[in-house]
């Protein structure tokens, strides 16, 4: 289903720009036709140069939301380099990661924080950041559609003496058993056409269960809001490094 899904949408954007650069040689052959007959005129110079100007216009933006796709399917893989493991206080970096949470949504999500204080890590805290940035844009795009404003809260605390839990929770609109059933399924989207991959939550789900070695759970009922608990080890597992 991966590999299917990868083939379909990375076939949209090359195709468009294929169809537009193949259109783009057909106008350029018949411009040099003019040229060689001396049969160019102010508006044929024009019209090229416009159609020049569209053709290159769309094929970087077709090409460039193809790099973002391959960008979403290598975090998909989640690359494992040893050398991102460190040490880290997770309270300190789930406030930097929500700091740049706040500036980037604006005001349309309240993002809290709350933190158990000296909850020591050693692990991996770009993925970890990249789990927390998934579930923040996911709430912004599916819990709080059309620009609703809402709120999240993120706690984290220990959980025994060697994990951490982190709870992730917004007040949206839920989802329905159906929709939660599928959740972490690559490209499974209800707004694929407003642009959504339906990579989000499944990155998050390799993320958590593969290179931090924990588990995610999900609750959610329509209206009801929606609550994530994710349990990682203080200490990742090196297995998933090598």
Do not use: W
């Amino acid at each position: 289903r991966l590999v299917a899904g990868v083939a379909h949408e990375i076939n949209t954007p090359v195709g468009t720009s294929l169809t537009v650069a193949s259109a783009f040689i057909n106008k350029t052959n018949r411009f040099e036709a003019d040229v060689a007959s001396g049969n160019v005129r102010r508006s044929t110079l024009t019209e090229f140069i416009a159609a020049s100007r569209e053709a290159a216009s769309q094929i970087m933006v077709n090409l460039g939301n193809a790099v973002e796709l391959i960008q979403s399917f290598k975090q998909v893989a989640a690359d494992r380099n040893v050398s991102d493991r460190r040490s880290f206080d997770l309270g300190q970096v789930t406030e930097q990661v929500v700091k740049g949470l706040r500036f980037g949504l604006r005001s349309q999500l309240t993002v809290n924080v709350e933190c158990e204080p000296n909850l020591a890590m050693n692990s991996y805290p770009g993925p970890y950041g990249q789990v927390l940035t998934n579930l923040a844009l996911n709430s912004a795009v599916h819990a709080f559609p059309d620009g609703a404003r809402g709120s999240v809260q993120i706690t984290a605390r220990a959980s025994g003496k060697d994990n951490v839990e982190v709870l992730f929770s917004d007040d949206g609109c839920g989802m329905s058993p159906e929709v939660r059933r599928q959740v972490f399924d690559p490209f499974f989207t209800t707004r694929r056409d407003q642009g959504s991959t339906g990579l989000g939550l499944h990155i998050v789900h390799n993320i958590v269960t593969n290179r931090l070695g924990g588990r995610i759970n999900l609750e959610t009922r329509p209206g009801a809001g929606t609550k994530i608990r994710i349990v990682v080890p203080r200490e990742a597992p090196l297995e998933f490094a090598a």
